[in-house]
């Protein structure tokens, strides 16, 4: 399905903030930001995955959809979407990370990976390996490369994006040992960027 609205300003001038949607902004001083921008009933389980990464230590934006029947109308194309509140926490960080859900498509395991940050997409490749993870760098359909992706608009100018499979989000929600070790990965190979 094609998006509805190509800015945030369009769908706002629909949609305005409210029982359709939700935004959270947790701005923690830090500079690595995670950012859902279509939460919620948009891609589902995104924002718990997201709370997760982040903690108490990391930026945190979710943008949520919150109804079954106008969730779909809710995504804006991340590299179309400039939320105000969502580019002001982003511009802030040095290391950013969306985090996205993806349709199975025939394959319930593999996290594709994408963004301008070739080494932070590295880094969590590695260590989401160790933790007996698959993942994919390139060759998808989510590569994130455009510039004005929301994952690359930090103040490096490049970010990291993940796309999780449904599958797997429905076995985080139910397994939290699984989820757990997965938020571990990905923290670590956070952890690893700002150290390099």
């Known amino acids: 399905m094609a998006d509805?609205?190509?800015s945030y300003a369009e769908l706002a001038s629909v949609h305005p903030?409210?029982?359709?949607y939700k935004k959270t902004v947790k701005d923690r001083d830090s500079v690595v930001c995670i950012v859902a921008p279509h939460a919620g009933k948009i891609e589902p389980y995104t924002s718990e995955i997201s709370k997760e990464i982040a903690k108490d230590d990391y930026g945190l934006y979710l943008?949520?959809?919150c109804l079954n029947y106008v969730n779909k109308a809710?995504?804006?194309t991340s590299h179309n979407f400039d939320e105000p509140r969502a580019l002001e926490?982003?511009?802030k960080s040095?290391?950013?990370?969306?985090?996205?859900?993806r349709a199975d498509n025939g394959d319930k395991d593999t996290i594709y990976l994408g963004g301008l940050d070739e080494e932070l997409m590295c880094l969590i490749a590695t260590r989401l390996r160790e933790k007996n993870f698959e993942s994919q760098i390139g060759g998808h359909q989510f590569p994130a490369r455009n510039p004005n992706n929301i994952c690359n608009r930090g103040s490096s100018d490049m970010g990291a994006q993940i796309?999780?499979?449904r599958a797997l989000r429905d076995k985080f929600r139910k397994?939290?040992?699984l989820l757990d070790s997965f938020t571990r990965a990905i923290r670590k190979s956070i952890e690893d960027k700002l150290t390099v």
């Open 163 to 165: 796309e999780v499979p």
């Open 74 to 76: 809710l995504h804006i």
């Open 4 to 6: 509805i609205f190509n």
């Open 175 to 177: 397994d939290g040992k």
């Open 17 to 20: 903030e409210g029982d359709s």
């Open 94 to 101: 040095r290391v950013v990370l969306g985090v996205h859900g």
């Open 89 to 91: 926490l982003v511009q």
């Open 63 to 65: 943008f949520e959809g």
